[in-house]
């Protein structure tokens, strides 16, 4: 089944950018789905299709998708932002067609 | 509101079943898959498997197929995630979530966008 790589944690200090990469072969053909998950509580979506966002997320949220990387990008970075942040795709042509990327740590200093 | 909620926690013996639900509200629940993921301490999100609520087809992950059922019941909007033969390494947060759906002839997909709460399995001896 296809594979999504994404580095284990990322620092940043309030304020700044982070940005948070997920690989895959020839990604840019797919589209990539971003899901913020906080300590004891259920994922949410914070970007679908490559780059749009759902009604409430902060327009600090923002995504990206080109060749064999996607990234989301968070703005303007806050305490409340710092969570695991988890790509995905759908594969219609696989039989394994929901793949998750294997999460991302994302701290703010 | 459009929401999914999840049976409760459950402890199980090695070797046993467990059968977690699902209820939807807020939304026709035929019109939208439902997928399970499980999630380890610690550990990343593992996609087991979707449904489609409507014809009741479904795929599950090759790592689980032989193992996972995934069933509904359309009158009480619930769907339902079988998990048998159960071991040590199943225990986890096992979650329900929605995504993509028909419109006429035309599938669309815009990611997991509704997540129930999330159901504990325990597999202890």
């Known amino acids: 089944s296809y594979v999504l790589t994404q580095p284990p944690s990322v620092s940043v200090a309030p304020g700044k950018t982070a940005r948070i990469t997920c690989g895959g072969n020839?990604?840019?053909?797919?589209?990539v789905h971003w899901y913020q998950q906080k300590p004891g509580q259920a994922p949410v979506l914070v970007i679908y299709?490559?780059?749009d966002r759902p009604s409430g997320i902060p327009e600090r949220f923002s995504g990206s998708n080109s060749g064999n990387t996607a990234t989301l990008t968070i703005s303007r970075v806050e305490a409340g932002d710092e969570a695991d942040y988890y790509c995905?795709?759908?594969?219609?042509?696989?039989?394994?067609?929901?793949?998750f990327g294997g999460g991302t740590k994302l701290t703010v200093l | 509101q459009v929401q999914l909620v999840q049976s409760g926690a459950e402890v199980k013996k090695p070797g046993a079943s467990v059968k977690v639900s699902c209820k939807a509200s807020?939304?026709?629940?035929?019109?939208?898959?439902i997928n399970w993921v499980r999630q380890a301490t610690g550990q990343g999100l593992e996609w087991m498997g979707w449904?489609?609520?409507?014809?009741?087809?479904?795929g599950y992950a090759q790592k689980f197929q032989g193992r996972v059922t995934m069933t509904r019941n359309t009158s009480i909007s619930t769907a339902y995630m079988e998990l048998s033969s159960l071991r040590s390494e199943d225990t986890a947060v096992y979650y329900c979530?929605?995504?993509?759906?028909?419109?006429?002839?035309?599938?669309?997909?815009?990611?997991?966008?509704?997540w129930g709460q999330g159901t504990t399995v325990t597999v202890s001896s």
């Open positions: 299709y490559d780059s």
């Open positions: 807020g939304y026709t629940f035929t019109s939208y898959d």
């Open positions: 979530a929605r995504d993509g759906f028909w419109s006429g002839p035309n599938y669309y997909y815009y990611g997991m966008d509704v």
């Open positions: 995905q795709v759908w594969d219609s042509s696989s039989d394994h067609p929901r793949v």
């Open positions: 449904m489609n609520p409507n014809s009741g087809n479904t």
């Open positions: 020839n990604i840019g053909s797919k589209s």
